[in-house]
Every structure is written in C-alpha cells, then in structure tokens.
Nanobody
Framework: QLRFVESGGGLVQPGGSLTLSCVASGFTLRNYAVAWFRQAPGQGIEAVLCDDSINVQTDMVDSVKGRFTVSRNGNTVYLQMNSLSPEDTAVYYC???????????????????WGQGTQVTVSE
C-alpha cells in the first residue's frame, strides 16, 4: 500500500520552531519531488515549497524564504520551520509528484501521494 504519513505538528509560540516529517511507504522518494502545502482557516491550499532531488533545488514562496528548509533521509522528508509567526498557522500537507517539482502556483493534480495533514498553530 502506498502511503505518505505526516507527523510533527503542534502548538508553538511566535518565533519558535517546529519540524514536520513525512514518511513514504510503498514507494521510493528518490524518484519523486516532494512539495509542502498548507491551508489556513478559511483559505485555499497554498504550496509553500517543493524539493526536487533530481535537479537538487528547492522552490519556495517568498513568505517562507530564510525560515523554512527541507531535507531528506531515505524515505523521510523533513520540513524545518523557524521564526514561526501566527500567519504560518495552517494544516500542512506533504505531497509527492513524479520526478520534478510542478510550479508552486500551478495545479496540484500531478501530486499523486498526499500526507494526511498536520496542524501547526502559532500562538501565544
């Protein structure tokens, strides 16, 4: 069974850090680009970054540059989030697409494997 399981969300104070992880099972992440999406309350889903292991590059939206980093270890992908602000509060999803990242503002239908989502809340 192909699965993508997330963990690591929670409540953190502004300025704090969290690390999210996604573990793939049933497929090898080496051949996939992995994107992280988020959906804030009442808003649409937003791609925040995508890690492309083939081109060895990471695309990210301006709002997370310098604060979010992504790394991989085998079949696990990590999203390190630093200097968190209340605007980062959302449900975060990891998703995998074959080979290459798709445009961050493009459609999501080519991301075939999705994590179940994990809540990140940034609040005092």
């Amino acid at each position: 069974q192909l699965r993508f399981v997330e963990s690591g969300g929670g409540l953190v104070q502004p300025g704090g850090s969290l690390t999210l992880s996604c573990v793939a099972s049933g497929f090898t992440l080496r051949n996939y680009a992995v994107a992280w999406f988020r959906q804030a309350p009442g808003q649409g889903i937003e791609a925040v970054l995508c890690d492309d292991s083939i081109n060895v590059q990471t695309d990210m939206v301006d709002s997370v540059k310098g604060r979010f980093t992504v790394s991989r270890n085998g079949n696990t992908v990590y999203l390190q989030m630093n200097s968190l602000s209340p605007e980062d509060t959302a449900v975060y999803y990891c998703a995998a697409a074959s080979l290459f990242c798709r445009p961050l503002k493009g459609p999501t239908d080519e991301y075939h494997y999705w994590g179940q989502g994990t809540q990140v809340t940034v609040s005092e």
